[in-house]
């Protein structure tokens, strides 16, 4: 049992390791000096702040960036909201047309952003928001995914605290918001981080949508970065690096209800 159980940790330590091999190539490649050699893993001299510095001085690094939090925050709030309502009530309100709403989710999650780009791409720029910050965030305020997971979570809901608030004379909005929200609040920040992640890493919107440099985000900005500043690849992997701080915060922020979300959302019938 405990040489099973030794193997099982060395196991286990080495996937860790392996796993974050990338992460640590980053930071050598990252911390070099401007006349270090950067062949190898070792660390030629540390030098992380002072090319983040640079990073954040020179450019406009700091403009991708805030675009970046605007649009995947804009987005992300949004859809939580709109996810919220629209799951909450395929859930537990009866109306006409419900079923046919819910197959539309469900069709909707088999489908592929390429599949509607074309489609969305001319309706934005018949009403002229191409090249706008509505025209990032609008595409993807409402998920399928996002309702079906809100949907799926509040079936769990018992029926007779519902049942009993509405004896008490509480109405739609105020049982919605005063009960079910704070109920939901596990599956909605599931919600947020996986549309935030999503929007974050997103290229191929903000390159098709957005040919103006001052809408940049991130991953469009990252992807040119070569053009803009010549060939400094410790310069473009410290910028790498610093892209993935804020997503890393905020699944560290959220990960018990993520993975309560989620575990949750999935058992419920």
């Known amino acids: 049992m405990r040489i099973s159980r030794a193997l099982t940790t060395v196991a ?8 974050l091999l990338p992460l640590y190539s980053m930071i050598v490649l990252a911390s070099a000096p401007d006349d270090s050699d950067l062949s190898g893993l070792r660390l030629h001299g540390f030098a992380l702040f002072d090319n983040i510095g640079q990073i954040m001085t020179d450019g406009r690094f700091p403009r991708y960036l805030l675009n970046s939090i605007l649009i995947a925050s804009a987005v992300s709030v949004l859809d939580v909201a709109i996810s919220a309502a629209a799951g909450y009530a395929l859930a537990r309100l009866r109306f006409l047309g419900r079923a046919a709403l819910l197959n539309l989710v469900v069709i909707a999650l088999s489908l592929t952003p390429a599949v509607v780009m074309i489609p ?4 934005l720029s018949e009403i002229g928001w191409l090249n706008s910050y509505q025209g ?4 993807f305020l409402a998920s399928a995914l996002g309702v079906f997971l809100v949907r799926q979570f509040a079936l769990g809901i018992p029926a007779q605290m519902l049942h009993a608030a509405r004896v008490d004379g509480a109405g739609e909005l105020r ?6 929200v704070p109920l939901l609040r596990p599956a909605l920040l599931t919600v947020l981080l996986l549309q935030f992640l999503a929007q974050w890493d997103n ?11 001052e809408l940049w985000t991130l991953p469009l900005a990252l992807s040119s970065f070569e053009g803009e500043h010549g060939i400094v690849y410790h310069l473009q992997t410290a910028a790498a690096l610093l892209s993935i701080l804020p997503p890393l915060a905020l699944f560290a922020l959220l990960q018990r209800y993520y993975v309560s979300g989620l575990t949750l959302g999935g058992i419920k019938r």
Request: charged residues 5%; glycine residues 4%.
């Open 203 to 213: 290229l191929i919107w903000p390159l098709i949508a957005a040919s103006e440099q």
């Open 12 to 19: 286990l330590i080495g996937f860790v390791a392996l796993m």
């Open 175 to 180: 049982i919605f918001f005063l009960i079910a």
């Open 136 to 139: 990032l965030i609008a595409p």
């Open 120 to 123: 969305v791409f001319v309706a």
